[in-house]
DNA sequence: GTCAACATTTTGTCCAGGACAAAATATGAA
DNA sequence: TTCATATTTTGTCCTGGACAAAATGTTGAC
């Protein structure tokens, strides 16, 4: 840790912290790219200038995109962010009112106005529903929010931030749905090894619990083996795992294969999130979401099959 | 990932993320003490046995509970286990009653009855009150499943169940405190960079918002360069910092004399946590809390010093 | 045209073993 | 006791080589 909150230069551990690069990985763009080229402290060890973290980010974030290294490493801060741009364009494209909402939003994120923030998401909350609220509100914000990351255009504690209020806001709303006891289907949410993110997990949890399902969240982080077992235990009908866009699709799609074929065949499997557009067909036999929207209506399906009545 | 979800040795990347022991370090380890001694698989590279991966975890534990490597790298794993039962003794010895209510939690937690673990929590909860509730319920348990897990009788899916349901009755209950507008003090709670948990800040969320507090968290791991600027820039009155058991209490020091130094003289910052026990004199100007019982009297401390009314 | 099989390049992670500063402990003085 | 100083322990960093897995490019069959 830094004596200095101001300080010339990061540590090599520090850097690995901040932009999720392994070590391994910045000695060896350097040896190989030229880029970074940290300065040296007086023991000799690396010190990375906060510019070259500042690009590092921006390159992991193509990375994640889908980009390689060697066509993007040579490239300036600006033309990156520029890349990141056209990245987040597509998007976007709905009703304008709900536009200016999310610009507003997000100002409130930058400028750290907790107590706007809180209230505008409150009263969308009130406004839509529960479930309209997760669909039309928090994915696109995500997304919006998660641009302007991929952009630099927001710092660790807005994302936290935004992070956090969203979380109070749902779970607050989940658990005003008191659960039937023993509601149909039992789902058990929860994500792999090295997936951080929980908010996509409470998306699925505050969409299907107002159609009677009873969730369990593990959390994050479950070991794939762990998975099996809870599930097979715990008397669960459904297992849904959530990815971030960041989530490397091969691992994403061999770690679902695996867990298919360890889990019991009446046990259904469920995946969504950006990781796995586009995947479903390698995945047989696992229903994959291409949208929080597909929710309500797999869950009929389920219901369909598995139980005589609906609930 | 592995294909397999029996596999006969972990590489050493999966054992770093299971057992928090960096690569060099599981490198140097073997070189210096002989253990462990990963298996080499058709590339040479190093498989860790199941075995020694568990004992790897105990290792850890013990390691953050102060002993040194040396020391206990070569005592077997019954030893380990008994030293670990060992440290987990000096506490429990509370009213008889409660302890036989903390026995049947922990049975929930271990059998993933989650109805059940909810319902108890729930029902504890509204015989107590919130602050009773965090005080007398949520903190010991911590150290009762803390401890279960320190020995190895918890697996990972069991602490997440049991974090996740306290984390859920917590911020269900903080919300339903509709907090003031601009309620004083404004506190900005967060942890430093390397401390993942969140539950201590729930609990300090839980004991003051009550009070009347206006709690503001962003969550985990912010960096300390942008804690300083959340709390200048957004007119908090305190910081409030947690620690848990496992953060390296010289990196919590230096970290806290850092934010105190770079933060206005007239906002308080407030630390807590396993990790700064007996720490207070070492921290002038920083108000550290042994005990979560101690938050509500320091709030009206701080009220009779910075304002003329009571809230 | 799509798809599968194969060849090539790119890329991340692993390895060895030396070095050294920071942390922990032991030693001695006030 | 408490402080300052020497010694040991310990984690992290270093270099530069190696190589498998992933991504990409190519070919040929359907």
Redesign the pocket.
């Known amino acids: 840790m830094n004596t200095d909150l101001q300080s010339t230069g990061l540590?090599?551990?520090a850097v690995e912290r901040d932009t999720g690069?392994?070590?391994?990985?910045l000695?060896?763009?350097e040896?190989?790219y030229g880029f970074p080229q940290p300065t040296r402290d007086l023991?000799?060890?690396?010190s990375y200038p906060l510019e070259q973290v500042d690009k590092l980010r921006l390159i992991r974030r193509l990375?994640d995109q889908?980009l390689?290294?060697?066509?993007i490493i040579g490239l300036d801060v600006k033309a990156l962010a520029g890349m990141l741009d056209e990245i987040g364009k597509p998007r976007d494209g709905g009703d304008p009112e709900r536009s200016a909402q999310f610009a507003a939003i997000l100002k409130f994120v930058r400028l750290h106005l907790h107590e706007d923030l809180r209230r505008t998401l409150q009263q969308l909350l009130m406004k839509l529903g529960l479930q309209r609220f997760v669909s039309e509100v928090v994915a696109p914000l995500n997304h919006v929010v998660g641009d302007a990351w991929l952009r630099g255009e927001l710092e660790v504690p807005e994302e936290h931030l935004y992070t956090e209020q969203i979380q109070n806001i749902l779970r607050a709303a989940i658990s005003a749905h008191t659960t039937l006891r023993s509601g149909r289907p039992a789902v058990l949410l929860t994500t792999f090894p090295d997936e951080q993110h929980a908010l996509g997990l409470l998306m699925v949890e505050a969409t299907i619990t107002p159609e009677g399902a009873c969730c369990v969240s593990l959390g994050t982080q479950t070991p794939l083996e762990d998975i099996r077992t809870a599930a097979s235990g715990g008397r669960f009908d459904i297992v849904a795992v959530s990815f971030s866009s960041a989530y490397?699709?091969?691992q994403a799609i061999?770690g679902l294969r695996s867990l298919r074929s360890g889990l019991p065949e009446e046990i259904s499997l469920w995946a969504g999130g950006a990781a796995l557009h586009g995947a479903a067909r390698k995945l047989p036999g696992i229903t994959v979401f291409e949208s929080i929207d597909a929710l309500p209506g797999a869950l009929d399906a389920w219901r369909r099959t598995y139980c005589a009545t609906q609930a």
């Open positions: 540590p090599i551990a690069l392994a070590k391994d990985t000695r060896v763009w040896r190989r023991n000799g060890e690396r990375i889908g390689r290294p060697s066509k490397p699709a091969r061999d």
